[in-house]
């Protein structure tokens, strides 16, 4: 399982971005894919996944109505798009090839949000 996340940086809040996570080494379309997050000195946690077809998606709670997860199999990449920035958001994003558990973790990209 290979897992490369791209397009963080630094955004001022309200701002947007867009991450990508492009996946090699396993059949993309049979797994659910996931969005970690983790801020310094705090636990990794789950912001969102979308199931292996797309047709469902779950977030965390205090990202609902502000991210919004895809996937495109034919390209092997799940992206997350981050809408309404706020500095809270600040941290390494990491995306997973879920089934039971994540099968790998890519190197992550890092979101900083701050004026």
């Known amino acids: 399982v290979q897992l490369v996340e791209s397009g963080g940086g630094l955004v001022q809040p309200g701002g947007s971005l867009r991450l990508s996570c492009a996946a090699s080494g396993f059949t993309f379309s049979t797994y659910t894919m996931r969005w970690y997050r983790q801020a310094p000195g705090k636990e990794r946690e789950l912001v969102a996944s979308?199931?292996?077809?797309?047709?469902?998606?779950n977030y965390l709670d205090s990202v609902k109505g502000r991210f919004t997860i895809s996937r495109d199999n034919a390209k092997n990449t799940v992206y997350l798009q981050m809408n309404s920035l706020k500095p809270e958001d600040t941290a390494a994003y990491y995306c997973?090839?879920?089934?039971?558990?994540?099968?790998?973790w890519g190197q992550g990209t890092q979101v900083t949000v701050s004026s």
């Open positions: 997973c090839a879920f089934r039971t558990n994540c099968r790998g």
């Open positions: 979308i199931t292996s077809g797309g047709g469902s998606t």
